[in-house]
């Protein structure tokens, strides 16, 4: 039991298929202002892949991300909302999280895989990294 092959067989989406959303990153380029709305954009080689509308609560706790999807050959509005949660840093200062609209806990990332309508973390979508999948 437990040897090689054992375990769950099949596919599992990985972290780096997924468009993610850093709370880290946003801090640091401003966009969890209180008050703060714009796009945020996914590139690959220099091409723009995806992108979502964002906007921040005026008391800043709460960020509503806007954006469509076609599902079955139709143009779909979707809509996430995701709690900011603010915490302290560990040499000072606070840090910002995002709290997942699946589960209710703080993340500092959340993601959107394929074929998934709303932005959730990885333990609710079951998500593995790419170098766990290598022998």
């Given at each position: 039991?437990?040897?090689?092959?054992?375990?769950?067989?099949?596919?599992?989406?990985?972290?780096?298929?997924?468009?993610?959303?850093?709370?880290?990153?946003?801090?640091?380029?401003?966009?969890?202002?209180?008050?703060?709305?714009?796009?945020?954009?996914?590139?690959?080689?220099?091409?723009?892949?995806?992108?979502?509308?964002?906007n921040v609560g005026r008391s800043g706790d709460l960020l509503t991300l806007s954006?469509?999807?076609?599902?079955d050959g139709k143009r779909v509005e979707l809509q996430t909302l995701a709690p900011?949660?603010?915490?302290?840093?560990?040499?000072?200062?606070?840090?910002?999280?995002?709290?997942?609209?699946?589960?209710?806990?703080?993340?500092?990332?959340?993601?959107?895989?394929?074929?998934?309508?709303?932005?959730?973390?990885?333990?609710?979508?079951?998500?593995?990294?790419?170098?766990?999948?290598?022998?």
């Amino acid at each position: 039991m437990g040897g090689y092959g054992s375990g769950r067989q099949g596919y599992r989406a990985t972290v780096e298929s997924s468009l993610m959303l850093s709370a880290y990153y946003m801090q640091k380029k401003g966009i969890l202002e209180p008050g703060s709305s714009g796009v945020y954009s996914w590139t690959r080689e220099a091409e723009t892949i995806a992108s979502i509308s964002y906007n921040v609560g005026r008391s800043g706790d709460l960020l509503t991300l806007s954006y469509a999807k076609t599902k079955d050959g139709k143009r779909v509005e979707l809509q996430t909302l995701a709690p900011i949660v603010k915490g302290p840093a560990n040499f000072g200062g606070s840090r910002y999280y995002l709290g997942c609209p699946l589960c209710g806990r703080r993340y500092s990332k959340l993601y959107l895989p394929c074929g998934v309508d709303r932005f959730g973390c990885r333990r609710c979508y079951n998500l593995t990294y790419t170098s766990c999948n290598e022998s």
